[in-house]
């Protein structure tokens, strides 16, 4: 079992940058997939992003292609959501997630993942 914890969220205005970090452990963190997801007052939960154990495949919601980055440091048990050029849309909760199946793909629902963080607050003002 791996334990999740998120911090680096907070208030921001429009065009800020921001970002995440996600600190794991109880288990070995470099054999989990890693994913972000958020969740809006009033939405279902939304993937955001997912890295690979080795940090080599790494796929974005479209809605975020091009302004945020997903990293992961194996070392520091760690992964991170660099977040760039945000907008009053991207408020939401934040939560990394940890996949422990050795399934490929983009696995962009929140039931293909075991474990979750307590998540983080970004708020994005206009």
């Known amino acids: 079992q791996v334990r999740l914890l998120e911090s680096g969220g907070g208030l921001v205005q429009a065009g800020d940058s921001l970002r995440l970090s996600c600190a794991a452990s109880?288990?070995?963190?470099?054999?989990?997939?890693m994913a972000w997801f958020r969740q809006a007052p009033g939405k279902e939960r939304e993937f955001v992003c997912r890295?690979?154990?080795?940090?080599?495949?790494?796929y974005y919601a479209d809605s975020v292609k091009g302004r945020f980055s997903i990293s992961r440091d194996n070392a520091e048990n760690t992964v991170y959501l660099q977040m760039v050029s945000l907008t009053p849309e991207d408020t939401a909760v934040y939560y990394c997630a940890a996949d422990r199946s050795y399934l490929s793909g983009v696995r962009s629902k929140a039931s293909d993942y075991d474990y979750w963080g307590q998540g983080t607050q970004v708020t994005v003002s206009s």
């Open positions: 890295i690979s154990r080795a940090g080599i495949r790494i």
């Open positions: 109880g288990d070995t963190f470099s054999s989990y997939a």
